[in-house]
């Protein structure tokens, strides 16, 4: 019977964080928790993906503001034949290779590319706010579900503690029956508690079970074997104060810092649908070349050469030729008029010209400035747009100050009655567990019934656990209250 006493005063001195039984394998404390969630839950890296896109965003509008330079190259070829038009024949005998480059640079300076640098400033900004407030929020899921594995070890724990107490007191039913103090129903009843309560340290066990996979659900990793959880929670009066505590919610709550960016951003979304009606000036350059090369270019230097000699032979019919004046002079001088290999050389070198060897075409420059008159309301419209988008995010930011004067007073109400609950609940445990000894004994010297000890089981059972739920209820309203103000209080 005192072996059974020691048991019940043992379970209501055991600190309910330190209810699991040590193991080998890993080890997991609240922090590190915390952090696996931060680098794996996925929907919180989604939050991240948002991000980079309001970057990418951000860059391409300060792309705006500088210059666009294109450049292209292409080759084109076209077979040697002549083509007719009106009867006569035009083109290249030869087949002819073309190449053509050309380098272009436009800029365009204007009020609502500078605005779009701005918006897209204050939607990073309010991405970060967002990665913010996510974080806050995954943070504040991982504790509450940390606390609801830990609450299932503690009841667990519980029940198996039970369960040595019905066996024991199943032997001492067994014992009296055996010297005629109890009868073979005591017996049977001590039977039942004792399979009842295997029934509920198998439920226990499995709860324990369910509720880590969801905390590595939270974390986005694979539950190892064997992990146990190390952090210990302290229950503690609380000393923080309402008015301080909606002073920091108001200053770092990160889910009201987010939708302030958003309304920020929808104020220069406003301005930048204004700024439709300023004018725009652009600029233009350019440059460009172009090359043309025949494939076979002996048709041309056999024209030359005809040519050459069809001038020669002019020549020599010269009137003066003719009237036999200076005819030395005259053979000299026509015998000059000749096509030489050099020529053909030269005109074979000033040929090769594709692809790269091209004609530069005359530079370009341009500047233009545009003024918008009227557009069919098309401005007008998107202004109200931006404007009625900025009211609805001075509404939500307005909504959600609400909502923290009303989560933040809630939460800690709920926290000063969860210490207050904490408290009476280990008063009814312990005179639970007393009224579970007395009730043990005087079955033991025969005073009362098999009956009256289940029932005092059952009342201290119910007790304790109100007691261990009441402890965490605690916790998890001080994560409550955390999550609320927007930042970690111990």
């Known amino acids: 019977m005192r072996q059974l006493i020691g048991i019940l005063l043992v379970v209501g001195s055991v600190q309910l964080a330190q209810a699991q039984a040590p193991t080998t394998g890993p080890v997991l404390p609240l922090d590190e928790a915390i952090q696996l969630a931060v680098r794996n839950n996925p929907q919180f890296l989604q939050s991240g993906s948002a991000r980079q896109r309001a970057a990418a965003a951000l860059r391409a509008a300060k792309g705006q503001l500088l210059p666009v330079v294109r450049s292209s190259f292409g080759s084109s070829y076209r077979e040697g034949r002549q083509q007719f038009f009106a009867g006569q024949a035009f083109g290249s005998t030869s087949d002819v290779l073309s190449s053509s480059a050309d380098l272009s640079l436009d800029l365009t300076i204007s009020a609502a590319s500078w605005m779009a640098r701005r918006q897209q400033a204050a939607n990073l900004a309010a991405s970060e706010s967002d990665i913010s407030s996510a974080e806050a929020t995954l943070r504040s899921n991982v504790i509450t579900q940390y606390l609801n594995v830990l609450q299932a070890q503690s009841r667990a724990t519980l029940q198996d503690t039970l369960l040595v107490s019905t066996q024991a007191a199943l032997e001492l039913a067994r014992a009296r029956e055996q010297v005629g103090a109890a009868t073979t129903l005591d017996v049977r009843r001590a039977e039942v508690a004792v399979g009842q309560q295997r029934v509920a340290v198998l439920r226990e066990r499995n709860a324990v079970e369910v509720e880590k996979l969801r905390l590595f659900q939270q974390l986005g990793v694979e539950q190892p074997e064997g992990v146990t959880l190390t952090s210990a929670f302290v229950l503690e009066e609380p000393s923080v104060q309402l008015g301080s505590l909606l002073d920091q919610a108001r200053r770092q709550n990160p889910a009201l810092a987010a939708l302030n960016s ?12 204004r700024s439709s009606y300023f004018p725009t000036l652009s600029f233009s350059s350019g440059v460009s070349g172009f090359s043309q090369q025949l494939r076979n270019i002996d048709g041309s230097i056999n024209d030359s050469r005809l040519n050459a000699l069809s001038q020669q032979r ?26 030489t290999d050099a020529q053909a050389s030269a005109l074979r070198d ?11 075409s005359p530079l370009q420059f341009s500047a233009q400035v545009s003024l918008p008159i009227f557009d069919g309301f098309t401005r007008e419209q998107r202004i109200q747009e931006a404007t009625a988008s900025r009211n ?7 909504e959600q100050e609400l909502k923290l004067t009303a989560d933040v007073t809630s939460a800690y109400r709920n926290l000063t009655t969860a210490y207050q ?42 007790a304790e656990t109100d007691r261990i739920n009441a402890i965490y209820d605690y916790h998890k309203a001080f994560a409550a209250l955390e999550a609320a103000v927007g930042r970690p209080l111990r």
């Open 350 to 360: 000033a040929n090769a010209q594709f692809p790269f060897k091209m004609t530069r």
């Open 392 to 398: 609805d995010a001075r509404y939500r930011v307005r």
């Open 314 to 339: 002019s020549c020599f019919s010269q009137d003066s030729l003719r009237r036999g004046a200076g005819l030395p002079s005259i053979l000299q001088q026509c015998g000059q008029i000749v096509f």
């Open 421 to 462: 609950t904490v408290r009476l609940q280990e008063q009814n445990s312990v005179a639970a567990r007393e009224a579970l000894a007395l009730a043990q004994e005087r079955f033991r010297v025969g005073a009362n019934t098999f009956v009256d000890v289940t029932q005092a089981r059952s009342d201290y059972e119910r």
């Open 262 to 273: 958003r309304a920020q951003a929808t104020d220069v979304g406003v301005s930048s649908a």
